[in-house]
């Protein structure tokens, strides 16, 4: 029996572990945000907001997702995958930190993009398999935590870096981070090996229980016979034929793009407006991000409890006014106090969005976690694509650009509220509701006839 292998197998572990991982994935990918505008000034370029959004373009091509989502359900191992993409994340930092001019900065972004592809896809849907249906929510927004943590610490820390040590400082540390992180890949063990050696972490054991004596016996604890596996287009057409599967994943690509259609224009206006350092710059983010710490894990627990029908809807309603108050350029309080509230709200989307595309794999037969998540990393990549292009072009060619971005940012969560209102959670609010006033409405006339 492997030594630890209750704890290394335990869904607690696995979502320290995939937590981890999403964390130094937005780690290495916004602690070059405030660098990139002001690297690129001092090289020379002009409309660096937009450049910059040319290599957030770059590094969310997601261009290996599919095939690592059929991948990881055609093949059983989940673990190894994942060891494979932190090695390709190291190795990418390591290229673009030396890269001799712009072309190779995008071609070692593109590569942190599958990297990133696999830490997203298989991270998740390894989550998934060890987590029991009623804590799936729960877990995922404790996993998201990780997604937080990664822009609270990136841009304060790669500003200083830059300041103090140059170009290279940032990515330095990105790259000690992902290697002790690489760590947790190896010790982690997959339902599917622990069931060999009796331990279920779907059946957890009683307290104070010990798990040889606790676990039911190896045979009684194997898994279901797998279907046989289906191709890339049997899959996305079971999905496209979900209403449910394809509001979550329009809901993804809207969230994609109002969490990071800002990003690139974000320090260049702070600069702009308030003179603001690189460096004070990640000093805003912190104060910015730091609220997001708290919204996964709260609209995790909401979920498990009470579904995803309202907290979805509700989130991305709080948020339209805070896109909007960050268009005033009076106080930097007042900006800094307005960029964390609608990141508060904006982020709490995500922990509903994953535990909705859960509940897709647990209904359609044949699609599995890693299905649901390779779509819903493509289309969270899609509108992460294209929200820092349009974000920066916006802000370059626009007299009023910062108002078009926010004003844009507000307009597309608005509509992300009508379409979960309509088609999120096994019981979406609008057909809910419709329901009640009729009801109503026939108990009432009811009542009339009889009187």
């Known amino acids: 029996m492997p030594l630890g292998l209750e704890w290394r197998a335990s869904y607690w572990f696995t979502t320290l572990v995939v937590g981890s991982g999403i964390a130094i994935d937005l780690l290495v990918y ?26 957030l373009f770059a590094y969310t091509s997601h261009i290996a997702t599919f095939p690592i989502a059929v991948l990881s359900e055609r093949y059983s191992s989940r673990r190894w995958p994942l060891i494979l993409g932190f090695v390709m994340l190291i190795a990418s930092q390591i290229m673009f930190m030396e890269a001799p001019n712009y072309a190779v900065m995008c071609i070692a972004r593109v590569l942190q993009g599958i990297s990133s592809s696999i830490v997203w896809v298989v991270g ?8 029991p249906e009623k804590l799936i929510g729960q877990q995922l927004g404790l996993a998201m935590v990780g997604f937080s943590i990664g822009l609270v610490l990136g841009p304060p820390i790669g500003g200083a870096l830059y300041e103090r040590f140059g170009f290279r400082g940032p990515f330095v540390f990105g790259i000690i981070f992902s290697v002790a992180d690489l760590i947790g890949r190896f010790v982690i063990i997959e339902r599917a090996e622990s069931i060999k050696w009796g331990v279920d972490p779907l059946v957890p054991n009683p307290p104070g229980g010990d798990a040889e004596k606790d676990a039911p016996p190896a045979e009684e604890n194997t898994e279901e016979p797998k279907a046989k596996p289906l191709s890339f287009i049997a899959v996305m057409g079971k999905l496209i034929r979900s209403p449910r599967a394809v509001a979550a994943f329009l809901l993804t690509l809207l969230y994609g793009r109002v969490n990071f259609v800002q990003e690139p224009s974000i320090p260049v206006h702070l600069q702009t407006v308030w003179n603001l350092t690189s460096e004070k710059v990640g000093i805003v983010f912190i104060a910015a991000v730091v609220p997001t710490l708290f919204s996964g894990p709260l609209t995790g627990w909401i979920v498990d409890r009470w579904g995803t029908e309202w907290i979805t809807p509700l989130c991305l309603i709080l948020a339209v006014p805070w896109f909007v108050a960050m268009s005033i350029e009076s106080k930097l309080g007042l900006f800094i106090a307005a960029f964390g509230l609608s990141s508060f709200f904006g982020s709490g989307v995500l922990p509903p969005l994953t535990a909705e595309l859960a509940a897709v794999a647990r209904g359609i037969e044949g699609v599995g976690y890693g299905h649901v998540y390779g ?37 597309m969560a608005a509509l992300g509220a009508l379409i979960s209102i309509y088609s999120t959670g096994d019981d979406p609010l609008l057909k809910a509701t419709w329901r009640r006033i009729r009801r109503r409405s026939s108990l009432a006339s009811g009542s009339d006839a009889t009187s």
């Open 30 to 55: 916004s602690i070059i945000i405030p660098v990139i505008p002001f690297q690129l000034e001092q090289l020379g370029y002009d409309g660096v907001s937009g450049l910059a959004g040319w290599l």
């Open 124 to 131: 998740l849907a390894l989550l998934c398999d060890c987590t």
């Open 375 to 411: 779509a819903f990393n493509a289309a969270f990549g899609a509108g992460s694509t294209i929200g820092p292009v349009i974000g920066g072009q916006l802000y370059d060619h626009l007299e009023n650009g910062w108002q078009a971005v926010v004003y844009l940012a507000a307009g």
